[in-house]
């Protein structure tokens, strides 16, 4: 079955300095998709970054970033030039490749903390 | 406007009652799924459905039925509520993938609290 980790609970850093949080997972697949999700104080999930495993490019939106090591199953979010909107807590996600259930396997979240 | 919307937002019942927590959404999107959300457990799937009259278990799908006579709709039933059952609840949506696969889209969540 498969396992997502993410090793960090709590995480902090001060505005406009870069941060990484980490994920592993543990899969057999060859084949296989990785998300970041936030989630605010507001409670809302917000897809942040995406990445599928057969592109070796690391994915990037704006000032959010992966670091994508397929060998060592490990999917890593920075965030660089941190601003104070960007305190939430963060999820990292897997999905098996595509099959009729789509389910998502998530880790249990960092909460990042951006200080003025 | 378009997109996912859930309710009601906050919720206070007893145990024993039968509650139902809606999601509506305007996509069109094929897959809806139900979450729950606990402090040291994430977020855990209770149902989803590929589709309009198709709905298979999750990973907690006990003491909830679900339903989806309609590709919009999709509400989740507790059909007697239990303080364990006390959490906030999340319906999401995907389209079917295009090339690439589509990501899930989540509502605001519905704090349930059961005493």
């Known amino acids: 079955a498969q396992t997502v980790t993410q090793s960090q609970p709590e995480m902090s850093v001060q505005e406009a300095e870069t941060v990484t949080l980490s994920c592993t997972y543990d899969t057999s697949e060859n084949n296989y998709y990785l998300f970041w999700y936030k989630q605010p104080p507001s409670r809302q999930m917000i897809l942040v970054i995406r990445q599928e495993a057969y592109k070796q490019q690391n994915a990037t939106e704006n000032r959010f970033s992966v670091n994508f090591q397929k060998a060592a199953k490990s999917f890593s979010l920075k965030i660089s030039d941190s601003q104070l909107g960007d305190t939430a807590m963060y999820f990292c996600a897997f999905m098996k490749p595509p099959d009729n259930n789509r389910k998502l396997i998530w880790g249990l979240g960092t909460s990042l903390a951006v200080n003025p | 406007d378009a997109g996912i919307t859930q309710s009601p937002r906050y919720k206070i019942t007893e145990t024993g009652r039968q509650v139902t927590l809606m999601c509506h959404q305007t996509w069109s999107h094929s897959y809806m799924f139900w979450y729950r959300q606990d402090l040291g457990h994430g977020l855990r799937l209770i149902y989803y459905?590929?589709?309009?009259?198709?709905?298979d278990k999750g990973e907690v799908p006990d003491g909830y039925v679900v339903s989806r006579s309609k590709t919009e709709n999709f509400p989740l039933t507790l059909e007697s509520a239990t303080r364990s059952q006390t959490s906030v609840y999340f319906c999401?949506?995907?389209?079917?993938?295009?090339?690439?696969?589509?990501?899930?889209?989540f509502g605001d969540g519905t704090r349930l609290s059961i005493l």
């Open positions: 999401a949506s995907s389209e079917l993938p295009r090339g690439r696969i589509q990501p899930q889209h």
């Open positions: 459905s590929a589709a309009a009259d198709i709905t």
